[in-house]
């Protein structure tokens, strides 16, 4: 792979901080053309998992992406959270947020990334100055079943649904819990202090190149959508699990001595 891929953090930064000129948040159709081999039929750069000539360095070197995945499932599981994968086709940002909001999130997602895109049909306004290529093309492309999402998609999903979003980069984190909230990208398309919020995951060395996953609390058994849970709740059950453990008193030396006078039972076979 030639180069790092940017991460979402610095991609969401730069967005805001270049207002007067929008940034490229999808890589262009005529660009990922351009630079893919004629077999390779990948996500588009930047948000959405790498395509072109990155997409077939990733395919040919993907040595250590089992490695890395690993990793990023014992991080969030040290945080009291699992991820559930979802299929890298084209749809990993579509089939993870239906998972998060469908009772069948496996076929949900189809039906989902069709309301995304008439959504953002419907404000043009809001999301035609991130794109370099013509609005309409792009609408067309993005209905196709194996294009694949990045952020301007995120965003729309988020407002099209009323809910927020929580992007964790468990690869940005350094292997360390307490670094997951920093790390991650939190997407507040709702004024709403209770809103719902979807939990996802993006990996950048994924076997499929860039990837989106679902992310599911502990005790979610991930039948299902996930249950509800502002952002709020989430920060605080993310405190929570890392807040350091009491330990248990050990017992005085009369309690010890008492247990050691104490029969043992006997065992019979």
Known sequence: MAGAPPSLDALFKSKAKKKAKPVNLNA?????KAAAPAVATGPTSFLRPMGGAAFAASAASDEGWERAMKKDEDLLKSCGLWIKEVVGDGACLFRAFADQLSPDGDKAHVDMRERCVDFMEAHRADFEPFLEEDFAGYCSRM??????????????????????AVIYQPSEASG?????????????????????????SFHPNHHAGQHYNSVRCREDEGEGPA?????????RRLDDALRPKEKEPEPSEAEASSDSTKPKSKVFF
């Open 28 to 32: 262009s159709a005529a660009a990922d």
């Open 143 to 164: 209905r196709q079943s194996a294009t694949w999402g990045g952020h301007v998609e995120v965003q729309a999903l988020a407002r099209m649904t009323g809910v927020n």
């Open 176 to 200: 360390r819990p307490d670094n997951l909230m920093k790390t991650a990208v939190e997407i507040t398309a709702s004024d709403s202090d209770d809103a719902r919020c979807v939990q996802l």
């Open 227 to 235: 249950p509800v849970a502002s952002l709020e709740e989430l920060r």
